[in-house]
């Protein structure tokens, strides 16, 4: 077979676009094709919008509380407009980034299209058939739609519209108190809404209860009505919709609201396009791989939200360019998710890496160690009157296995953790670090420090210092 590329990929969102730019600065002949717009979900429908959103609802939230800290704001105006501008804006802004443009400068070849794989080299184009040794697969996902009577005869709201709305939705029912919910629930809770989240089970279940309990507290004073159960059937039309939750304790209810959004997770991106016509293995949700990324067919690999596993940007990344790494040197190079972080950017913010207490538990039993510092006792925290939260490190003797933490930026904390997790810093080393006062870094270190306590103030360290003490009194 005549090679046209040295790799062809498919999808120019965040995996793709890492896996193809990765490549071409090496120099290698590779093909980049993205058949909606560049930059895919993140840029689009995702991070950006959502993270704009909250932006403008985070100062709407700020102003509501009239007088504080002895100042006064004035009562805010929010111009669902003004909204939809910045947080288009925001994407403007950064689509060049993701541009045709900039992967071209960096001599990858871009094809507008959508992609069909033709065969375990081979991809054809809109009529053009391109050959290379490798194929990668970043296809990316879609929201889910549950199975719920009577979706497809109203109209409702995923993330892939939530952003186009021009006008202010007076009561947002969503279906889905994971992260999508949450975040949107309390951003348009801030902007004015009526918001009601339905959810079965606990909100947010992938992370840590103690750190979910606290954002639940806040959404709920700041007005997000939650409601504990499975929406099963919904009805109505545009400005008028109801859906009626089986609640969990057995009972129901019927939820009225004027937009409904779904929010019940992804589905993958791995059908229509050619893979399973050559025998590519799926998974429960997504493409089936091992950790080095490669499919069923050793020459495709599969990257990012279009195979099973964790659906994040900074997770697409990686993935993109390790699979990169793994072309440009011929070395496998496997996935490492021992120090995966996420956040949720509510405010409070949740972030988690590794373990949470009940995996670690889990897997670690008895030797599971969890040390505990509040941001009351934080002084940056309590100079900014804002000590919700805390931070807890999952430890398995002085091994940190996970670190949940939720407060005002509690994202920002999680670096040191992930150095430590993947063993190249220590709790030690942390706990004994210089930190800029007052920060909430300090938090780090007090939590890293309160793993050692026991140690560096037990009986050994003790008898050393009398022992020392006795001498120096001897000799003076
Ligand atoms: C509302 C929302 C908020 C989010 N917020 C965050 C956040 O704050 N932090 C975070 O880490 N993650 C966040 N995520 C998740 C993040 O957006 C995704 O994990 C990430 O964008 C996935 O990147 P990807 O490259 O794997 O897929 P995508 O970005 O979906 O890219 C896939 C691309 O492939 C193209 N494509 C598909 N099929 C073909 C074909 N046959 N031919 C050609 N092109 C094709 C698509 O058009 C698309 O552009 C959020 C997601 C949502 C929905
Ligand atoms: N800050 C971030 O990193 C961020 C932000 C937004 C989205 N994302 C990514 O986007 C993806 C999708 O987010 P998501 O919130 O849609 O999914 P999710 O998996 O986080 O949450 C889905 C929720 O829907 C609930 N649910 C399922 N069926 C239901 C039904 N019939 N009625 C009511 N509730 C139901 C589930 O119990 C769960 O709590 C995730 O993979 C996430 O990683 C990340």
């Given at each position: 077979m005549k090679f046209t590329h040295d790799v062809i990929v498919i999808g120019g969102g965040a995996a793709g676009l890492t896996a193809a730019g990765g490549t071409a600065l090496f120099g290698l002949k590779a093909a980049l094709i993205e058949g909606h717009k560049m930059g895919g979900e993140c840029l689009n429908n995702g991070c950006v919008p959502s993270k704009a959103l909250i932006t403008a609802a985070k100062r709407a939230a700020e102003a509501r509380v009239a007088t504080r800290h002895g100042v006064t704001l004035a009562e805010p105006q929010v111009d669902w407009k003004g909204v939809h501008a910045h947080v288009h804006a925001a994407i403007a802004h950064i689509e060049h980034h993701d541009s045709a443009e900039t992967f071209e400068a960096m001599g990858v070849e871009v094809i507008k299209g959508w992609a069909r794989v033709t065969g375990k080299h081979s991809v054809e184009v809109d009529g053009r058939q391109l050959h290379a040794p490798r194929i990668v697969v970043a296809t990316g996902s879609k929201p889910a739609v549950p199975p719920v009577e009577g979706l497809d005869a109203v109209p409702y709201l995923t993330n892939e519209n939530l952003f186009d709305l021009t006008e202010r939705p007076d009561h947002l029912v969503i279906i889905g108190g994971g992260v999508i919910g949450m975040e949107m629930a309390q951003a348009h809770r801030r902007l004015g809404s009526e918001v009601t989240v339905v959810n079965p089970g606990p909100l947010m279940g992938r992370d840590d209860p103690d750190s979910v309990a606290v954002v639940q507290q806040v959404m709920e004073e700041e007005g997000v009505r939650f409601v504990f159960g499975k929406v099963h059937r919904v009805e109505g039309a545009a400005g008028a919709i109801t859906a009626h939750v089986e609640l969990d304790d057995g009972g129901s209810e019927a939820v009225s609201g004027s937009h409904l959004l779904v929010a019940v997770g992804r589905k993958a991106?791995?059908?229509?396009?050619g893979l399973e016509d050559l025998g590519v293995a799926m998974g429960r949700n997504g493409i089936e791989t091992d950790k080095r990324r490669r499919t069923s067919v050793k020459s495709i690999y599969a990257i990012g939200d279009c195979r099973d596993g964790p659906r994040l940007t900074h997770v697409s990344g990686y993935e993109g360019s390790n699979v990169a790494l793994e072309i440009v040197t011929g070395l496998p190079t496997k996935v490492d998710y021992r120090a995966l972080p996420w956040v949720t950017f509510t405010e409070p913010e949740v972030a988690q890496i590794g373990l949470t207490e009940k995996e670690a538990r889990k897997a670690h039993g008895e030797k599971v160690v969890v040390v505990r510092q509040e941001f009351s006792e934080n002084e940056r925290a309590t100079a900014e009157d804002s000590t919700k939260g805390h931070m807890k490190l999952v430890l398995k003797g002085k091994k940190v296995l996970g670190v949940s933490v939720v407060g005002k930026n509690a994202g920002e904390l999680l670096l040191p953790f992930s150095q430590i997790i993947t063993g190249k810093a220590s709790t030690f080393a942390l706990g004994s670090a210089i930190i800029s006062y007052p920060t909430r870094s300090e938090i780090s270190k007090a939590a890293a420090f309160a793993a050692w306590e026991p140690t560096v103030f037990g009986s050994l360290p003790k008898k050393y210092a009398a022992f020392v003490a006795k001498l120096r009194r001897m000799m003076n």
């Amino acid at each position: 077979m005549k090679f046209t590329h040295d790799v062809i990929v498919i999808g120019g969102g965040a995996a793709g676009l890492t896996a193809a730019g990765g490549t071409a600065l090496f120099g290698l002949k590779a093909a980049l094709i993205e058949g909606h717009k560049m930059g895919g979900e993140c840029l689009n429908n995702g991070c950006v919008p959502s993270k704009a959103l909250i932006t403008a609802a985070k100062r709407a939230a700020e102003a509501r509380v009239a007088t504080r800290h002895g100042v006064t704001l004035a009562e805010p105006q929010v111009d669902w407009k003004g909204v939809h501008a910045h947080v288009h804006a925001a994407i403007a802004h950064i689509e060049h980034h993701d541009s045709a443009e900039t992967f071209e400068a960096m001599g990858v070849e871009v094809i507008k299209g959508w992609a069909r794989v033709t065969g375990k080299h081979s991809v054809e184009v809109d009529g053009r058939q391109l050959h290379a040794p490798r194929i990668v697969v970043a296809t990316g996902s879609k929201p889910a739609v549950p199975p719920v009577e009577g979706l497809d005869a109203v109209p409702y709201l995923t993330n892939e519209n939530l952003f186009d709305l021009t006008e202010r939705p007076d009561h947002l029912v969503i279906i889905g108190g994971g992260v999508i919910g949450m975040e949107m629930a309390q951003a348009h809770r801030r902007l004015g809404s009526e918001v009601t989240v339905v959810n079965p089970g606990p909100l947010m279940g992938r992370d840590d209860p103690d750190s979910v309990a606290v954002v639940q507290q806040v959404m709920e004073e700041e007005g997000v009505r939650f409601v504990f159960g499975k929406v099963h059937r919904v009805e109505g039309a545009a400005g008028a919709i109801t859906a009626h939750v089986e609640l969990d304790d057995g009972g129901s209810e019927a939820v009225s609201g004027s937009h409904l959004l779904v929010a019940v997770g992804r589905k993958a991106n791995c059908t229509g396009f050619g893979l399973e016509d050559l025998g590519v293995a799926m998974g429960r949700n997504g493409i089936e791989t091992d950790k080095r990324r490669r499919t069923s067919v050793k020459s495709i690999y599969a990257i990012g939200d279009c195979r099973d596993g964790p659906r994040l940007t900074h997770v697409s990344g990686y993935e993109g360019s390790n699979v990169a790494l793994e072309i440009v040197t011929g070395l496998p190079t496997k996935v490492d998710y021992r120090a995966l972080p996420w956040v949720t950017f509510t405010e409070p913010e949740v972030a988690q890496i590794g373990l949470t207490e009940k995996e670690a538990r889990k897997a670690h039993g008895e030797k599971v160690v969890v040390v505990r510092q509040e941001f009351s006792e934080n002084e940056r925290a309590t100079a900014e009157d804002s000590t919700k939260g805390h931070m807890k490190l999952v430890l398995k003797g002085k091994k940190v296995l996970g670190v949940s933490v939720v407060g005002k930026n509690a994202g920002e904390l999680l670096l040191p953790f992930s150095q430590i997790i993947t063993g190249k810093a220590s709790t030690f080393a942390l706990g004994s670090a210089i930190i800029s006062y007052p920060t909430r870094s300090e938090i780090s270190k007090a939590a890293a420090f309160a793993a050692w306590e026991p140690t560096v103030f037990g009986s050994l360290p003790k008898k050393y210092a009398a022992f020392v003490a006795k001498l120096r009194r001897m000799m003076n």
